[in-house]
């Protein structure tokens, strides 16, 4: 898709690049995304369309600090990892409403 994709268990979780260079994507839930916009409307913007509606958030590259895109690649990453036997997924750093997530976006 001409831009570089990383990925987990087959899936993407972020992208450079998209939708140009100067921006990245990441693949968040839409209480994340929520979230992110409302504290940081600078720097994380919906993607457009239904996959925006589902979480896709581009983050504008110039504008963000680098533990808030810290955060949410780990959040995106975690959102993406495939789930243990437990039910839970293979990293606990974030999920829509876990209260480490809430803390780390406050925090900064």
Avoid: C
């Avoid at 990245?24 to 409302?38: D, F, G, H, N």
């Avoid at 993607?47 to 958030?57: I, S």
């Avoid at 810290?70 to 999920?95: C, E, H, I, T």
């Amino acid at each position: 898709m001409a831009h570089p994709d990383f990925r987990v268990g087959g899936k993407i979780f972020a992208t450079l690049s998209y939708p140009d260079e100067g921006w990245a994507m990441v693949s968040l839930t839409p209480e994340q995304q929520e979230e992110l916009v409302r504290n940081e409307p600078d720097v994380f913007v919906p993607v457009k369309g239904g996959w925006g509606r589902k979480g896709a958030t581009n983050v504008r590259l110039k504008t963000a600090r680098k533990a808030i895109v810290q955060q949410a690649l780990a959040a995106s990453w975690s959102n993406r990892a495939p789930r243990r036997k437990s039910g839970g997924n293979a990293v606990a750093l974030a999920g829509g409403s876990h209260p480490e997530w809430r803390r780390r976006l406050r925090r900064d």
